[in-house]
């Protein structure tokens, strides 16, 4: 009886899902959650989003948005669809697959700080009932779902594969790319056992165009691993091949252009100020923290990651050579940081290294502001706080400063505006290909 009870609860979930009968609970409704929960509404599911914040659930709510590249006629359709966003964790019972999209930062140490994984499966645990999917979605080293979210499932008297299943399948968002959308990026994942897996694929199919399975929950956290990692490696080489070249008074960003017209064995990767986002400055540490327990050293992982983290030091001693060679010190000299989001033409401010650019500077004793289209007010942040604004970028307000850094290349700025009034700026993206005067490259 008990087994035909287990194959019941898969096969009623798998009807449910394909009916578009179930319902679907987000857990975190950020820059995952968010797009996922608006394309399970445009599928044609009842979607339930939950979040401990109430600000963002009153916003969703009352049909407005928090995320710069969601409209609030998107947000309009969803709530008009059926969606609600609620704060309250016991609606969670309501839900037929409950997907969890929160932040896994870095601790101190840069050891992995599981702790909203952890809250929210623990927030969940009283309201989970045979029948239901779980899926982690976070950014995590391989083992977390079988070794943390298991036993707590377990923990319910609830038997993972027969009463209720479980599975990872890594995000994949990109905000502000116009190429790609949540329907159309293919979805990795592993199940933590056969019938999890086919759980999951039932999950995601309904609402996404391909769907990759792969044989386990750690080989699909790792996939996501891999992915970030790949970019990590290829972008600290680049920024040590700008150091190089920056020695040897040659354009890297010349140089990358011109390798990129080989039609085969090249992708371009590019250099900056640093690392940002949610995943790529993260991701690396949470692999070499787990290798440690294998007794394995990751060497090559490690020394990216130290390449990459100390471009901002290496940009601030471009910045502080240009001021010299202008008889001034960094001390007292007017910045203007041009580009605070980790990347262009979003206002996601996650890990920016423009924003450890700025500390830098301030610890160095200059007046730093900044200016971003996309970020009129400096926002809150767990590490980091300037009561700032942006700066209206205008021929008077440009020729104020002693330089300005251009941190991120948002498409919004007027960059012939910037080279003709800045008397110094200092640009880590590439912008300006020719040789001026006024412009140095770091």
Same mark, same amino acid.
């Given at each position: 009886?008990?087994? *035909?009870?287990?194959?019941s609860h898969?096969? *009623?979930?798998i009807d449910?899902?394909a009916?578009?009968?179930?319902? @679907?609970? @987000?857990i975190?409704? +950020?820059?995952?959650? %968010?797009?996922?929960?608006l394309?399970?509404? *445009?599928?044609?599911?009842?979607v339930?989003g939950?979040d401990?914040?109430?600000?963002?659930v009153a916003?969703?709510n009352?049909?407005?948005?928090?995320?710069?590249?969601?409209s609030?006629?998107?947000?309009g359709?969803?709530?008009?669809a059926?969606?609600q966003?609620?704060?309250?964790?016991?609606?969670?019972?309501e839900?037929?697959?409950?997907?969890?999209c929160?932040?896994?930062p870095?601790?101190?140490?840069?050891?992995?700080?599981?702790?909203?994984v952890?809250a929210?499966?623990?927030?969940?645990?009283? &309201?989970?009932?045979? +029948?239901q999917?779980?899926?982690?979605e976070?950014?995590t080293?391989p083992g977390?779902?079988?070794?943390e979210?298991?036993p707590?499932?377990?923990?319910?008297g609830?038997?993972?594969?027969?009463?209720i299943f479980?599975?990872?399948?890594?995000?994949?968002?990109?905000? =502000?790319?116009?190429?790609?959308e949540t329907r159309?990026i293919?979805?990795?994942?592993?199940?933590?056992?056969?019938a999890?897996?086919?759980?999951?694929?039932?999950?995601?199919?309904?609402?996404i165009?391909?769907?990759?399975?792969?044989?386990?929950?750690?080989?699909?956290e790792l996939?996501?691993?891999l992915e970030?990692?790949?970019?990590?490696v290829?972008?600290? %080489?680049?920024?040590?091949m700008? @150091?190089?070249a920056?020695?040897?008074?040659i354009? @890297?960003h010349?140089v990358? /252009?011109?390798a990129?017209?080989?039609?085969?064995?090249?992708?371009?990767y &590019?250099p900056?100020?640093g690392?940002?986002?949610?995943?790529?400055?993260?991701?690396?540490?949470?692999l070499?923290?787990k290798a /440690?327990? &294998? +007794?394995?050293h990751t060497?090559?992982i490690?020394?990216?990651?130290?390449i990459?983290?100390?471009?901002?030091?290496w940009?601030?001693?471009?910045?502080a050579?240009?001021l010299?060679?202008?008889?001034? #010190?960094?001390?007292?000299?007017r910045?203007?940081?041009? =580009?605070i989001?980790?990347?262009?033409?979003v206002?996601?401010?996650?890990e920016?290294?423009?924003v450890?650019?700025?500390?830098?500077?301030?610890?160095? +004793?200059a007046?730093?502001?900044?200016?971003d289209?996309h970020?009129?007010?400096?926002?809150?942040? /767990?590490?980091?706080?300037?009561?700032?604004?942006s700066?209206?970028?205008?021929?008077?307000?440009?020729a104020?400063?002693?330089?300005l850094?251009?941190?991120?290349?948002?498409?919004?700025?007027?960059?012939?505006?910037?080279q003709?009034?800045? #008397?110094?700026?200092v640009?880590?993206?590439?912008v300006w290909l020719?040789?001026?005067?006024?412009?140095?490259?770091?």
């Amino acid at each position: 009886m008990r087994e *035909q009870n287990s194959s019941s609860h898969l096969a *009623q979930l798998i009807d449910r899902l394909a009916q578009r009968s179930a319902v @679907i609970g @987000i857990i975190g409704l +950020g820059y995952v959650g %968010l797009p996922l929960s608006l394309r399970y509404s *445009q599928a044609g599911f009842r979607v339930l989003g939950i979040d401990i914040d109430p600000d963002k659930v009153a916003r969703l709510n009352a049909g407005a948005s928090y995320i710069e590249h969601i409209s609030t006629t998107a947000i309009g359709a969803a709530l008009a669809a059926g969606f609600q966003a609620t704060a309250d964790f016991s609606r969670a019972a309501e839900a037929d697959a409950l997907i969890i999209c929160v932040p896994t930062p870095l601790g101190a140490y840069r050891e992995p700080d599981l702790s909203f994984v952890l809250a929210t499966a623990d927030a969940l645990l009283p &309201y989970l009932r045979a +029948g239901q999917v779980v899926s982690l979605e976070s950014t995590t080293y391989p083992g977390t779902t079988d070794e943390e979210l298991r036993p707590r499932l377990a923990s319910c008297g609830l038997t993972v594969g027969e009463d209720i299943f479980l599975v990872f399948s890594p995000e994949r968002e990109d905000p =502000g790319n116009p190429d790609f959308e949540t329907r159309t990026i293919p979805k990795v994942c592993g199940g933590d056992t056969p019938a999890c897996l086919r759980a999951g694929i039932a999950l995601y199919s309904a609402a996404i165009d391909r769907v990759v399975p792969v044989g386990s929950t750690r080989a699909a956290e790792l996939t996501k691993l891999l992915e970030n990692i790949h970019r990590a490696v290829n972008i600290g %080489l680049v920024n040590e091949m700008k @150091i190089i070249a920056d020695k040897m008074e040659i354009d @890297i960003h010349e140089v990358i /252009r011109a390798a990129a017209t080989k039609p085969f064995g090249f992708t371009p990767y &590019y250099p900056g100020p640093g690392l940002g986002g949610h995943c790529i400055p993260i991701d690396p540490f949470y692999l070499t923290w787990k290798a /440690r327990q &294998y +007794g394995l050293h990751t060497r090559f992982i490690e020394l990216a990651g130290e390449i990459n983290s100390d471009m901002p030091h290496w940009v601030i001693g471009k910045l502080a050579d240009a001021l010299n060679e202008r008889s001034r #010190a960094i001390r007292g000299s007017r910045v203007l940081v041009l =580009g605070i989001a980790y990347k262009k033409n979003v206002e996601d401010m996650r890990e920016s290294p423009s924003v450890e650019l700025m500390e830098i500077l301030r610890a160095k +004793g200059a007046v730093v502001d900044y200016s971003d289209p996309h970020v009129p007010l400096f926002p809150k942040m /767990r590490e980091h706080r300037f009561d700032l604004a942006s700066v209206p970028l205008t021929a008077a307000s440009i020729a104020s400063y002693d330089v300005l850094l251009l941190a991120t290349s948002h498409s919004a700025f007027d960059y012939d505006l910037i080279q003709q009034h800045a #008397a110094l700026i200092v640009d880590t993206r590439g912008v300006w290909l020719e040789r001026l005067p006024n412009v140095v490259k770091a």
